[in-house]
């Protein structure tokens, strides 16, 4: 199965799916990382190239930890739209990776890029079937599953299915060091280190789910696109009052 996840920046599938992914890998699927900014503003003391270099080798090392192919789309940080280039930009890296089920931001998230890239996602990839929609990749034949991550620090997004990464967490710490320039900047930015953002969710919806350690994700149920549990590495779904 090919498993594809698309980010923001440089470091957010490994710090909201990290330790899913791991679990991916670990059944054998084949894995994409898909980064749609260089995260070049993510530096209070180095200039936009600079940056933009230093996070894309770290992007580089992450998918290396779990042998997943990384497709860059390099567009300017904090300032991705909805255009036809971003259109286009996503509907190739899905027929690159030509997947059966995607993993993106929520739409209602606290970063516009994180929420418009969720959006690009939900909306566009259906259209890697379309033949007559041009780019460099020949058009799929099917329509994956599309599943959004959690938000930061858990606001605005509601669960409803968890995936226990108990075991993978050492993993999920693993490819997030490999973004160490984003360990200052979380703390200038938030006032926390980077750790912080991985040990406190993981153990929150670890507890709501009954495990030691989960990531939790909730589906995007469309016309066409239904939701396939088994599409998740031993998901557990949220209880329901």
Known sequence: ??????????????TFAGGTAARYKAHGDSLFFCVATNGNV??????????????????????KV????????DFDDEFLLDSRETRLAFINAFRISRP???????RNDYNPDHSISGYLVDECVSMAVIPNIRTDEPPTNK???????????????EPELYVDITETFPQKVELVS???SQNQW????????????LEIPANFRG??????MAEAFKPSIRWGRTFTRHLLPDCLEAVKN
């Open 66 to 73: 779990l042998d997943a192919e990384l497709i860059c789309l």
């Open 207 to 212: 507890l709501q789910a009954g495990v030691k």
């Open 42 to 63: 993510g530096s209070s003391t180095l200039p936009l190239d600079e940056i933009a270099s230093i996070r894309h080798e770290e992007a580089k090392a992450g998918a």
């Open 1 to 14: 199965m090919n498993v594809l996840f698309v980010g923001a920046h440089p470091d957010d599938i490994e």
């Open 143 to 157: 329509s994956p599953h599309v599943y959004y991550m959690d938000t930061p620090a858990g606001v605005n997004f």
């Open 100 to 106: 059966d089920v995607v993993f993106c931001h929520w």
């Open 186 to 197: 979380m703390k200038d930015m938030f006032g926390y280190e980077l750790k912080a953002f």
């Open 178 to 180: 490999k973004h160490e």
